[in-house]
């Protein structure tokens, strides 16, 4: 199996896919959302990572929802805590909700499905 790619921060999407080709720097995105340059500066450089305010600051910028930002940044703290685990979790023994308790699993299999139902109707 080949080798498997680092996680992408949000930072380098917001340099590569807004800053970059649109020519603005880091300094007058800073101003024209109303944070200071240094916030931006520290996502650029994967120092930081992109807030609910800083999503809701971007996406008005740069027409993008909010959730394009907070997905960018949950998926990349996923990604990372994924290889921090490695196969650990498969190792450990994490009880079943049905194991646990009848009645919590059936929340779970309510909420599971009402997600599914919300998700699709989303898309």
Same mark, same amino acid.
């Given at each position: 199996?080949?080798? %498997?790619?680092?996680?992408? =921060?949000?930072?380098?999407?917001? &340099?590569?896919d807004?800053? /970059?080709?649109?020519?603005?720097?880091?300094? #007058?995105?800073?101003?024209?959302?109303?944070?200071?340059?240094?916030?931006?500066?520290?996502?650029? =450089?994967? %120092?930081?990572?992109?807030?609910?305010?800083?999503?809701?600051? &971007?996406?008005?910028?740069?027409?993008?929802?909010?959730?394009?930002?907070?997905?960018?940044?949950?998926?990349?703290?996923?990604? &990372? #805590? /994924?290889?921090?685990?490695?196969?650990r979790?498969?190792?450990?023994?994490?009880?079943?909700? %049905? %194991?646990?308790s009848?009645?919590?699993?059936?929340?779970?299999? #309510?909420?599971?499905?009402? =997600?599914? #139902?919300?998700?699709?109707?989303?898309?």
């Amino acid at each position: 199996m080949g080798k %498997k790619l680092a996680p992408i =921060h949000p930072g380098e999407s917001l &340099l590569e896919d807004f800053l /970059k080709p649109m020519g603005v720097s880091q300094y #007058r995105i800073a101003t024209a959302i109303g944070v200071p340059p240094r916030r931006i500066n520290e996502i650029v =450089h994967g %120092k930081r990572a992109v807030t609910a305010d800083t999503a809701l600051r &971007l996406s008005r910028c740069f027409g993008t929802s909010e959730a394009f930002w907070t997905n960018l940044q949950a998926h990349y703290d996923l990604e &990372l #805590r /994924k290889d921090f685990l490695g196969d650990r979790l498969a190792w450990e023994s994490v009880p079943s909700a %049905k %194991k646990v308790s009848p009645e919590l699993s059936e929340r779970k299999d #309510r909420w599971t499905g009402m =997600h599914c #139902r919300t998700y699709t109707a989303f898309w």
